[in-house]
């Protein structure tokens, strides 16, 4: 009786302490559904691009606790997020750099991104802050210039000294954005001087913004990003897209000269709207017009098309005087350009098309 008693002790924990703790575990558990600040979520480990739910996605059910109330001077303020242990245990995915999918009080979907973890005894709790900008930024790798987009928290700062020395003065840039994203393959693109445009989309021009800090957490698991503010670019930034260093040049470059082939002006490749076909898009089409009686009408003989574009990179179907291109969905591409020639009898046309984003 007495050795059956131990074990039944023992079960409930080896001292009092750890029996108390298991009993406010299991008390929790218990009236978890019944909380009030209990919501469903999802949480999403990102290593490219932006979250996404999928269908096969796990719906968790976390306590939502504020950890601070709002004050209108100060930044967003902080979320404690909480899940059952069996939860944590279960899910690699809950950790420091995920992101959470919350619905609001009208039923909107929201994203937050885990900041850091309370390693209290006890309720463990995990800070969130709500994303509230998707970041976009060009990189460069082998020589193939890429768009990545990524949600981050933004944060204010303020009286921060870049360090930069000039003239034996320091250079003192008041204003100062900080960025707080999760460490993955995009982020670890961004490097020291970056340019980002993070403003109202209708401000025109944008204000555009460059890194001057970059500092990793100690788990490595976020990294925040300080950025100075910057001149607008026109020659290179797209305040429409929101990205800066989108084009490489306001320059477009030149057509190729054509040797020891007569060239005509009685030729016109015809299009709708602009030379350009967008990266993952839908089919584009030209029509070669030939000059007969002073008006350009549908060439009728065979017409040789040639492209001096990535063949692995754009499609085309020619039939007679139409070609219909279309480029993959490759941002690396946006804003190279390539070039159309059709051959006609004895004459020659070309036109520059440029690649865009949808």
């Not at 850091?116 to 990189?139: A, E, G, M, N, P």
């Not at 693109?189 to 500092?215: C, H």
Request: glycine residues 4%.
């Amino acid at each position: 009786m007495l050795n059956s008693y131990k074990l039944r002790m023992n079960s409930l924990g080896s001292y009092e302490g750890e029996a108390r703790r298991r009993n406010s575990q299991k008390i929790m558990d218990a009236s978890w559904m019944r909380d009030a600040s209990t919501k469903p979520v999802y949480v999403k480990w990102v290593d490219k691009g932006l979250p996404v739910i999928e269908d096969d996605d796990p719906v968790l059910y976390a306590k939502f606790n504020v950890k601070s109330y709002h004050n209108i001077t100060g930044d967003e303020i902080a979320y404690l997020l909480q899940f059952r242990h069996e939860d944590i245990k279960n899910n690699p995915d809950i950790k420091v750099g995920s992101y959470v999918q919350i619905n609001n009080e009208i039923d909107e979907p929201e994203w937050w991104i885990i900041t850091h973890l309370d390693d209290r005894t006890q309720f463990r709790q995990f800070s969130i802050l709500k994303c509230l900008w998707t970041y976009k930024w060009v990189s460069i790798k082998d020589g193939h210039r890429i768009i990545h987009e990524c949600l981050g928290a933004p944060r204010n700062q303020s009286s921060y000294n870049s360090g930069e020395w000039l003239d034996y003065t320091f250079s003192v840039p008041e204003n100062q954005h900080i960025a707080m994203l999760p460490t993955n393959d995009d982020t670890r693109t961004i490097l020291y001087g970056n340019r980002f445009l993070i403003s109202d989309p209708k401000r025109k021009p944008a204000i555009a913004w460059k890194v001057s800090k970059v500092m990793s957490s100690f788990n490595g698991a976020i990294t925040k990003f300080t950025m100075t503010q910057e001149q607008f670019n026109a020659t290179t930034d797209n305040d429409e897209l929101m990205i800066a260093n989108y084009y490489q040049s306001s320059v477009e470059p030149e057509l190729p000269e054509l040797e020891e082939t007569p060239t005509f002006s009685d030729l016109e490749i015809k299009y709708s709207g602009q030379p350009v076909v967008r990266a993952g898009g839908g089919y584009k089409k030209f029509t070669l017009k030939t000059l007969v009686d002073d008006k350009f009408v549908d060439a009728t003989g065979d017409v040789e098309w040639t492209i001096d574009g990535d063949p692995d990179k754009l499609q085309y179907i020619a039939d007679k005087n139409i070609i219909k291109i279309k480029c993959v969905n490759d941002y690396s591409l946006i804003g190279q350009t390539f070039t159309i020639t059709a051959k006609y009898e004895n004459s020659l046309k070309s036109i520059s098309v440029e690649v865009i984003s949808l």
